[in-house]
DNA sequence: GACAACCAATTGTCTGACAATTAAACAGGC
DNA sequence: GCCTGTTTAATTGTCAGACAATTGGTTGTC
């Protein structure tokens, strides 16, 4: 029976003085998981076990493991034979957290446009000549089928950004590193609210188009170099589109 | 008597199917977050007022509260005036996240060392010419200071590997970008656990050293070419010795 | 006006109970 | 023997009410 450790033999309450019993237990229980004292499918004690060795009550076991399950390391079934188990964590679950912290991160540090977009684009470059190296047909087509669908105007905003993520997910994909997609794809998503900021115009969509072809093509041809020409000039042209954003906002505002 | 119905429509029921109520207030009020509706600092109603909101009992909403303190969305004071506060999600709340999970997803997905070193080491060098372009001399300092440590044969290998990570974070630090430190401290780190399986000798650390050395130089320089050479020779050497233990164990297998 | 005692609001925790769910053991019929 | 339906035990999910701990404001006293 591979349990936790003991009541209150807390390595933890060092780092951080845990105000609450819960907290403390969950990072016990945390640590345990993170270092691999529990592996994946093992299953927690039951609550009252729980409570029994730590000595505290039920519900506040399960404050503890509710904070756990928050971030996808226990999952929970119920019924006979049922209880905690050590969540195998997959990119999937991952990726979902990652884009909730970048959100609010972005939103709520007051980081510049041109800030988060310089980490974006610098990451999405990294990938650039991986992806060109290794791209496979199947990410092409993605690419050539998300232009196609940015090249009707009758998109509406929300989609053509939509287009514009699952485009460059297809590119960082095409890198076939996991990794890497788990964390580009993150920041890229969490920019979301950023970047549907900008409201296109027609010819602002024909010049984001012709670049994503470029890019396109550029994988194709397994061009490095032009992959990353074509990303810069995404990037600065983006900035561009920001900060003419910004411009008729303050104009607006003097006009009142 | 209205029994379950948020105050709201609740739309992401549909989305997700909540099994059980408190990740369904969980996701109700997460999203309110997220989408803007709850802004930092604001206080969110009192454990009773909401469990009479969406006709729970109070066990159950804290659950939920739990949940979201668990991804540092909210903080809760007790006292009178107290009660949950939406949190302002600092970087460095953020990263210890991403450290968590990223550790836990290259541990329980049999990534390969390559891969995760791959991924790493674009990210880096992603940063590598805006830490050449923008570094100041605090940052070499870091630089110099880490590989000064690093150079003392006394240490031991957990602390050589701590100080690696420190001279790396430096360097991505001096790209001056919070958000790409953000991240690839969150990499980094993450692989922390694997990088932690090879047992440095003292040539490999002579070696590793003087490569930390070009890279300082050459931010030094603003050499931005030079610094991504050095730190693609880093990842191959990495790599390979990597490999090399992977044999060792392989051949002590064989012994036995 | 300063200081102490009190009070009210709120979270943190406990106790005990019941409902819902699920797998396994069990009984019955063929 | 084997399949089928039923019971049973274990476990999580939820509830209700209570008390403790903490914290800010209020009031009263000197």
Redesign the interface.
């Known amino acids: 029976m591979p349990t936790a450790t003991p009541p209150r033999s807390g390595p933890d309450s060092d780092a951080t003085p845990h105000p609450d019993r ?2 403390g237990i ?1 990072a016990a229980l ?1 640590s345990a ?2 270092e ?1 004292r529990l592996l ?1 499918g093992d299953r927690l004690p039951s609550e009252s076990e729980l409570a029994e060795q730590y000595g505290v009550s039920r ?1 506040t076991v ?3 493991l ?6 996808a ?1 226990i999952r929970t079934r119920r019924g006979a034979s049922g209880g905690a188990f050590v969540n ?4 999937e679950a ?1 990726h979902e ?2 884009i ?10 007051d ?1 510049g446009f041109d ?2 977009c ?3 684009y ?2 999405e ?3 650039a000549p ?1 992806a060109c190296a290794r791209r496979e047909a199947s990410h092409l087509n993605r690419m050539r089928a998300e232009i196609a669908r940015q090249s009707d105007p009758a998109l509406g905003d929300e989609d053509f950004c939509a287009s514009d993520v699952a485009f460059h997910r297809a590119l960082v994909d095409a ?1 076939g ?4 997609s ?2 580009l794809a993150g ?1 890229v998503e969490g920019m979301q609210p950023l970047m549907s900021m900008i409201t296109y115009t027609a010819r602002d969509r024909a010049r984001i188009i012709a670049l994503h072809g470029q890019i396109a093509d550029a994988a194709h041809a397994r061009d490095a170099a032009g992959c990353d020409a074509a990303l810069r000039d995404l990037q600065s042209y983006t900035i561009e589109l920001h900060a003419t954003v910004l411009e008729q906002r303050a104009a607006r505002g003097l006009n009142r």
């Open positions: 819960s907290s969950a945390r998981i993170v691999g994946v519900p399960r404050e503890a509710k904070r756990l399950a928050a971030q390391l195998h964590l997959s990119f991952a957290q990652q909730t912290t970048s959100t609010l991160l972005l939103s709520m540090n980081i800030v988060a310089e980490a974006r610098a990451m470059r990294a990938c991986l890198a590193n996991p990794v890497l788990y964390q920041a």
